[in-house]
C-alpha cells in the first residue's frame, strides 16, 4: 500500500499522481499551519483552498478512494505537509509516497528530504514539461515569451491553419490597449454564494487567520469544479468578446472590466489549461469572438503562464533571491493599506485587500512600477504578491515578480524594466482626474510621484540601462533637460523618498 499526496493546488481527477496510483492506496490531504502561514496568506486565498480541499476530498470518497484527511483543527494534526505523511504512513504502514511535483523548490526539497521514499512525477497540467522548456531555452542568448508562445501555438495547434497562425499574425497586441469608460452594462464575474461547507471554512479562516491583511468576507469565489465551469462559460459568453481591447484598461469603480478571474481555479486545477484555451479558441471558431481577443487570452495562459513556470523551474530555488538592481527599501505601509495620496495606488491596494484580485495591469504598472521605482526590495515586493492575491503560487508569481515587475533576474524574463511615469497609468485608467497630485507636473510638492521617481530610477541606474535598445534613447531627452530641472526632479524625487521612509503619508 502507497500514500498519495493531493495538494491544495493539484484538485483534478487528471493528477499524475492519482492516475498511478491503485485501488488500495490511501490519498491524503492535508490542512496545515506551514502551509497557511510561511507568508501570511489573503484570508480568501486561505479560505478557498481549504473549501475546495475538503470538496474535492468529498469527490475523491465518492469515487471510491479511501482519502486520510486532515483538518486544520484536527487536534492530531503536525502542521506540515511532511508531518501528516508520515503520520499517516505509521498508520496505514505505507512503505511508498507517490506525489505530484509541486509547485515551488520548498516543498520539492522537504519531500526528498523524508525518511520515507517519496516518487514525484511530473505535473502533466501544463502543456511544457521542464525537459521540452530547457530545450527550446538552450543555447538562446535571450529567452522571449514571443518565440516561446509560437512554439506552443505550433505544438496545440490553437488557433492554427495549415501551420499558420490565424489571420497571419502570431500576435494582436496592438489592438488590446484601449482605455475603457465606465458601463453599466459590463457584466463581471458571477458570485457563488457559500454553502455549508465553504461558510463552515469561513468561520475557521476568521477564527484563525483574522489579523491577516485582506478582507474575508463577503466571499463569492467558486469552490469546486462545477462552479468553476459556470465561471468559464459566463467568461466566454459575456465577456471574452471585449477582453482583448480593454485588458489593459483600469477603472476605479469597476475591478473586473473583462477579466476572466478564472485564473483560482486554473491555478489550484479546478480548471485545466487545456479546456480554457480550447473553449476560447472555440468562441472564436464559432464566430463568437474577435480574433484579437482570443488570441490575447489565450497567450495569457498559453504563453505567458507557461513561459513563467518555464523560468522558474530552470533557474533554481534562489531565483526568488535575485537582486540586480540592489534594490533595498523595505515596502512602505501602504502596500497594507495605509493612507496615500497617491490615488492609483489606494484603489489597486483597496481593490487587493477586498477581493485578493488584481488585474496584470494594476501589478505591472501600478503596484509594481511603483515599487520599482522607489527602489524597494525584490524578495520583499515577491513575498507581498505571494500574500495578497488569490491565484498566486509561487512557480508563477515569482518570475512574475522577480523578473517582469522588479527586474532583479537582470533581464531573464524581459529585456527591459516595464517603468513609467504617470502618463501611462493615466492614459489607461481614471486614477489620475482625482488624485491629489497633479499627474502633468514634473516638480514641485503637487508633482504625480510616479513621475519624480521615473527619472530618479533612470538618473540612478545610468550605467545599466544608457545602452539598453528599449529604453537607452530616453537618456537623450534627459539630457536635453534644462539642468535646473533635471536638479529639481532629482531632489524632489530624494524628498518624497525621505517623507515615505519617515512614515508620512506620501
Known amino acids: 500500500m502507497r500514500l498519495i499526496l493531493v495538494l491544495g493546488d493539484q484538485l483534478t481527477h487528471e493528477l499524475s499522481a492519482l492516475r498511478t496510483a491503485n485501488p488500495g492506496d490511501v490519498v491524503v490531504m492535508a490542512e496545515v499551519m506551514a502551509e497557511a502561514s510561511y507568508v501570511r496568506h489573503h484570508p480568501k486565498k486561505i479560505a478557498f483552498i ?5 470538496k474535492f476530498a468529498i469527490e475523491l470518497r465518492e469515487a471510491g478512494w479511501t482519502v486520510a484527511y486532515t483538518r486544520l483543527d484536527d487536534p492530531d494534526n ?26 515551488e ?26 525537459a521540452e522548456f530547457a530545450a527550446w531555452a538552450k543555447g538562446r542568448k535571450e529567452l522571449r515569451l514571443e518565440w516561446f508562445y509560437r512554439e506552443m501555438r505550433r505544438k496545440t495547434g490553437l488557433l492554427m491553419t495549415d501551420g499558420q497562425p490565424e489571420g497571419g499574425k502570431w500576435n494582436y497586441d496592438h489592438d488590446n490597449r484601449k482605455p475603457a469608460a465606465p458601463d453599466l452594462l459590463r457584466q463581471g464575474p458571477p458570485a457563488f454564494p457559500p454553502d455549508a461547507v465553504t461558510a463552515e471554512v469561513l468561520d475557521l479562516v476568521e477564527a484563525r487567520f483574522s489579523g491577516n491583511f485582506g478582507t474575508l468576507r463577503p466571499f463569492t469565489y467558486a469552490t469546486d469544479r462545477a462552479g468553476a465551469l459556470k465561471a468559464l462559460d459566463h467568461f466566454i459568453a459575456n465577456s471574452l468578446d471585449e477582453f482583448g481591447p480593454y485588458q489593459d484598461a483600469m477603472l ?7 477579466h476572466s478571474i478564472l485564473s483560482p481555479y486554473i491555478n489550484t486545477g479546478l480548471l485545466s489549461a487545456a479546456e480554457v484555451c480550447g473553449a476560447a479558441a472555440g468562441a472564436y471558431a464559432a464566430g463568437q469572438v474577435r480574433l484579437n481577443s482570443a488570441e490575447g487570452f489565450i497567450r495569457q495562459i498559453l504563453g505567458w503562464r507557461e513561459f513563467m513556470r518555464g523560468i522558474y523551474f530552470l533557474e533554481g530555488p534562489d531565483y526568488t533571491r535575485r537582486n540586480a538592481l540592489g534594490h533595498r527599501r523595505d515596502l512602505p505601509p501602504l502596500y497594507w493599506g495605509a493612507p496615500t495620496r497617491m490615488n492609483c495606488l489606494s484603489h489597486a491596494v483597496g481593490q487587493t485587500r477586498d477581493l485578493a484580485h488584481a488585474h496584470h495591469i494594476q501589478r505591472l504598472m501600478v503596484t509594481g512600477n511603483f515599487a520599482l521605482l522607489a527602489g524597494c526590495d525584490p524578495h520583499q515586493v515577491h513575498e507581498w504578491y505571494l500574500e495578497v492575491y488569490i491565484d498566486a503560487y509561487e512557480w508563477v508569481e515569482a518570475p512574475n515578480t522577480i523578473g517582469m515587475s522588479q527586474f532583479a533576474d537582470g533581464g531573464i524574463v524581459g529585456s527591459k524594466p516595464y517603468v513609467s511615469s504617470g502618463n501611462y497609468i ?5 486614477y489620475c482626474r482625482t488624485c491629489a497630485y497633479k499627474v502633468d507636473d514634473r516638480t514641485g510638492p503637487d508633482a504625480c510621484p510616479f513621475n519624480l521617481l521615473y527619472w530618479h530610477f533612470l538618473d540612478r541606474h545610468r550605467d545599466r540601462f544608457q545602452q539598453n535598445p528599449r529604453i537607452g534613447r530616453i537618456y537623450a531627452t534627459w539630457d536635453r533637460m534644462d539642468a535646473d530641472r533635471r536638479d529639481a526632479a532629482l531632489a524632489d524625487a530624494r524628498s518624497f523618498l525621505a517623507r515615505m521612509d519617515a512614515g508620512e503619508e506620501v
Do not use: C
Request: charge should be negative; aromatic fraction near 8%; avoid cysteine.
Open 50 to 54: 481549504f473549501a475546495a480541499m475538503r
Open 105 to 130: 523548490w520548498r516543498l520539492i526539497q522537504a519531500l526528498v528530504d523524508l525518511p520515507v521514499p517519496v516518487r514525484q512525477l511530473p505535473d502533466s497540467r501544463f502543456f511544457a514539461s521542464h
Open 426 to 430: 493615466n492614459k489607461m485608467s481614471d
Open 252 to 258: 476605479m469603480d469597476d475591478p473586473y472590466l473583462h
Open 78 to 103: 503536525s502542521h506540515a505537509i511532511t508531518g501528516e505523511l508520515l503520520r499517516r504512513a505509521a498508520e496505514h504502514g505505507a512503505a511508498e509516497i507517490i506525489a505530484t511535483e509541486p509547485g
